[in-house]
Nanobody, 117 residues
Framework: QVQVVESGGGLVQVGGSLRLSCAAS????????MAWYRQVPGKQRELVAS??????DYADFAKGRLTISRRNAKNTAVLEMTNLKPDDTAVYYC????????????WGPGTQVTVSS
C-alpha cells in the first residue's frame, strides 16, 4: 500500500507565497512521476505541475510563479508558490505514480490554499 500526504496549505494574501509539500510512503519500489493538481468546487481537477526525472512541466498559469522540485531519496515533492492570486484558491492535490511492486497512481487527500484580496 502507498500513502500520500500533502501539507503546507493555508490562508495567504494576494502576492504572498506558500510552500506545499508532498510525501509518499509505504511499499514503494520506484516513484516515476510526482505531480500537483488543483480543484475548485464545480470544476474539474487540473494539472499544476509535474516532474519526471529532470523534466518538469507546468500549466500556463503556473509558469514563472510556481516551481516543483523533488527529493527522490525521500519520495517527496515540493511546490513553491509565489505571487499568489485569488484564482489560485483551490484544494491542491499531490499525485504519485509508482512502478515496480506497487504500480499505480496514488493521491493524497489534498490541502486547501486560500488567497485573499
Amino acid at each position: 500500500q502507498v500513502q500520500v500526504v500533502e501539507s503546507g496549505g493555508g490562508l495567504v494574501q494576494v502576492g504572498g507565497s506558500l510552500r506545499l509539500s508532498c510525501a509518499a510512503s509505504g511499499s514503494i519500489s520506484s516513484v516515476n512521476t510526482m505531480a500537483w493538481y488543483r480543484q475548485v468546487p464545480g470544476k474539474q481537477r487540473e494539472l499544476v505541475a509535474s516532474q519526471l526525472g529532470p523534466r518538469t512541466d507546468y500549466a500556463d498559469f503556473a509558469k514563472g510563479r510556481l516551481t516543483i522540485s523533488r527529493r527522490n531519496a525521500k519520495n517527496t515533492a515540493v511546490l513553491e508558490m509565489t505571487n499568489l492570486k485569488p484564482d489560485d484558491t483551490a484544494v491542491y492535490y499531490c499525485k504519485v505514480t509508482t512502478l515496480g511492486n506497487q504500480v499505480g497512481d496514488y493521491w493524497g487527500p489534498g490541502t486547501q490554499v486560500t488567497v485573499s484580496s
